[in-house]
């Protein structure tokens, strides 16, 4: 079993500061992708950024200049770092990892249970 563990959510004024961490633990071979979504009440999970196995990097729109996605590859963890926080980031946020069990398997996605940011204004 493959398990992703959140960390770091919380309530921060606008323009404040956030940092969430994800941990993948149990049996993986090895991770593709990482990244991370959100969903705010009333609306569709989206995706926030993603980072490949080798470094590349996608961010949504609404949050590029403002979140960066990081790993540390042999703690099987990523990062957000998000600065300069909107009301409009609010949301429940989710981690996801691309995990490969055996080296012959096709990765499969796990997500973590979540964890809430609130941005007060």
């Known amino acids: 079993q493959v398990q992703l563990v959140e960390s770091g959510g919380g309530l921060v004024q606008a323009g404040g500061s956030l940092r969430l961490s994800c941990a993948a633990s149990?049996?993986?071979?090895?991770?593709?992708?990482m990244g991370w979504y959100r969903q705010a009440p009333g609306k569709q999970r989206e995706l926030v950024a993603v980072?490949?196995?080798?470094?590349?990097?996608n961010y949504a729109d609404s949050v590029k200049g403002r979140f960066t996605i990081s790993r540390d590859h042999a703690k099987n963890t990523v990062y957000l770092q998000m600065n300069s926080l909107k009301s409009e980031d609010t949301a429940v946020y989710y981690c996801t990892g691309d995990v490969k069990i055996t080296p012959w398997s096709s990765p499969v996605r796990y997500w973590g249970q979540g964890t809430q940011v609130t941005v007060s204004s």
């Open positions: 149990g049996s993986i071979f090895s991770i593709n992708a």
């Open positions: 980072m490949t196995s080798g470094g590349s990097t």
